[in-house]
C-alpha cells in the first residue's frame, strides 16, 4: 500500500482542456453578443483581449459587454444572443473530440497508478453530449465527474477542486489539477492542490493569466506533459 505521501491523484477542467470543438462555439458566441451590443471584436484575439472570456460563465462575459457598451446594451438581451447562438451551433456540430495528446496522458496517468477525476461548469443540457462524442466516458464514470449541480460555488472557489479530492479519496494537498483558464489555477491554489495549465489558445493573452493566477507549471500542449516526471517532482513543483 502506498504511504499517503505516495499518493498522486489527477483532476481535470472538461471543455478547451480535454475536449476539442466547443471552445470555439463560445468564442462565435461571445463574439456575437459583441457585436449585438455595438462592442467591437475583429478577431479571437481581440475577443480574449476585450472580453476576458476565457473560463468565463456567459452571465460573466455578457455583464462584461454591458459594461464596455458603457450601460447601452441590455443585460438580458445581450446573454440571450450569446446562449441561443451557441445553442444553435452547438447542436449543429459532431466535431468534439478529445485534444490531442489527451487519450495518450490519460491512459500514462492511469498506468502509473494515478486515479482521476473530471469537473466542469458546463451546463448540464451540454454534458452527455460532449462525453459521449469525445469518449471521455472511458476515462470518466459518472461517480468521477463532478458537475455543476455536485457543488453550490463553481470555480474560482475552491469548492469544486476539494470536491474532486472527495472524489478520489485524497487530501487536496496530493491532487494536481489540469486546466485552461485562470479560474483553474485560482480554484487549485485555493484548494492547496497543484496548479497545472494547459492553454487552448497559444497566445500569450491565454499564457500570461495562468502564471498570474498562480500555475504551479504551465505546458504549452498535452504532448509536453510527462507524467512520470510529474509525480517524481508533485512535491516541488
Not at 482542456?17 to 468564442?27: F, N, S
Request: proline share 5%; glycine share 6%.
Amino acid at each position: 500500500m502506498k504511504k499517503e505521501s505516495q499518493i498522486v491523484a489527477a483532476g481535470f477542467d472538461m471543455e478547451a482542456t480535454l475536449v476539442d470543438g466547443t471552445e470555439p462555439l463560445h468564442a462565435q458566441a461571445y463574439m456575437e453578443g459583441a457585436r449585438f451590443a455595438g462592442v467591437e471584436c475583429k478577431d479571437v484575439v481581440q475577443a480574449i483581449e476585450t472580453l476576458q472570456f476565457i473560463g468565463g460563465s456567459d452571465e460573466r462575459v455578457a455583464q462584461r459587454i454591458v459594461e464596455l457598451s458603457e450601460g447601452k446594451a441590455n443585460y438580458e438581451a445581450v446573454l440571450g444572443v450569446i446562449q441561443d447562438t451557441y445553442d444553435k451551433l452547438f447542436q449543429q456540430t459532431e466535431s468534439i473530440t478529445p485534444i490531442p495528446w489527451v487519450e495518450y496522458q490519460l491512459d500514462q496517468m492511469q498506468r502509473w497508478g494515478v486515479d482521476l477525476c473530471m469537473q466542469t461548469g458546463t451546463p448540464m443540457q451540454y454534458i452527455d453530449k460532449i462525453t459521449d462524442l469525445s469518449g471521455l466516458n472511458k476515462w470518466f464514470t459518472r461517480e468521477r465527474m463532478v458537475l455543476p449541480c455536485d457543488v453550490k460555488n463553481g470555480k474560482p472557489s475552491p469548492e469544486p477542486i476539494i470536491e474532486v479530492a472527495n472524489r478520489l479519496d485524497v487530501p487536496p494537498e496530493r491532487l494536481m489539477f489540469f486546466g485552461d483558464a485562470p479560474k483553474d489555477m485560482q480554484a487549485a491554489r485555493a484548494a492547496k492542490a497543484k496548479a497545472i495549465g494547459i492553454p487552448y489558445y497559444k497566445l500569450a493573452c491565454a499564457i500570461i493569466p495562468l502564471f498570474r493566477a498562480g500555475a504551479n507549471r504551465v505546458y504549452a500542449s498535452w504532448f509536453q506533459v510527462e507524467v512520470n516526471e510529474l509525480i517524481a517532482n508533485f512535491d516541488s513543483l
